[in-house]
């Protein structure tokens, strides 16, 4: 069935710094993928739409600056957090469309923990 | 409109018992409504899904059952287990699945008791 990896599971970084969060499909293309945020308890925020050889679409209220994406091939969409503060620590989920049992479904990978220092 | 308001906050359920959780939106182009169980430190993970032309879907132990004119919908855990414990999201989207963004809703935090 669909598969959505994501890469790392966590990861820990001093105020300032920039991180990469990877999202693959593992066994299906994916035109589009979506970026969540999770905070403690809370409810999934969705970020952005990544298209794959266009530029993102975000949410009111997400700093495209902050968040970059990009979704250079079908099967892989990144998200680089930019000078990073402890407010950005958070859970990053994405998903993406694929199939299962012939119909369409968005299936969402494991999650991104990410802790600013 | 875009919302989806989902309740209760948390529920707290004996084995054996039934968990119900509610949904309700507003957005009348919403077609596809799917429940998400989510466990700590994980991704969301599909458990069922509906369309507006059903009332009803069941699969196993889980059950959706769909209020069109009401806008609402809800998930039934028949038989609750220990493993069912976790937070369950209902979403509201168009279809097809996974072309459109989802809305969630706030989250159930679901605690059976052994």
């Known amino acids: 069935g669909a598969v959505v990896s994501q890469h790392p599971s966590w990861v820990i970084c001093k105020s300032g710094t920039s991180v990469k969060i990877e999202c693959r499909s593992l066994?299906?293309?994916?035109?589009?993928m979506f970026w969540y945020r999770q905070f403690p308890k809370q409810s999934l925020m969705l970020m952005a739409t990544s298209n794959e050889g266009s530029k993102a679409t975000y949410e009111q209220g997400v700093e495209k600056d902050k968040f970059l994406i990009n979704h250079a091939s079908l099967t892989l969409s990144t998200l680089t957090v930019t000078s990073a503060h402890p407010e950005d620590s958070s859970f990053y989920i994405c998903?993406?469309?694929?199939?299962?049992?012939?119909?369409?479904?968005?299936?969402f990978g494991e999650g991104s923990r990410l802790t600013v220092l | 409109q875009q919302q989806v308001k989902q309740s209760p906050q948390s529920l707290i359920v004996q084995k054996g018992g039934i968990s119900i959780i509610n949904c309700a939106y507003e957005?009348?182009?919403?077609?596809?409504f799917p429940w998400y169980q989510q466990f700590p430190g994980k991704g969301p993970a599909l458990l069922i899904a509906i369309r507006p032309d059903v009332s009803e879907k069941k699969e196993g132990r889980f059950t959706i059952s769909f209020n069109k004119s009401a806008k609402q919908f809800s998930l039934h855990i028949m038989d609750s287990q220990p493993g069912d414990s976790a937070t369950y999201f209902c979403?509201?989207?168009?279809?097809?699945?996974?072309?459109?963004?989802?809305?969630f809703g706030t989250g159930t935090r679901l605690k059976v008791l052994a």
């Open positions: 066994d299906f293309q994916a035109t589009t």
């Open positions: 957005n009348t182009a919403f077609d596809y």
């Open positions: 979403a509201a989207s168009m279809d097809p699945p996974g072309t459109y963004k989802y809305i």
């Open positions: 998903s993406a469309r694929g199939y299962r049992g012939g119909a369409g479904e968005l299936f």
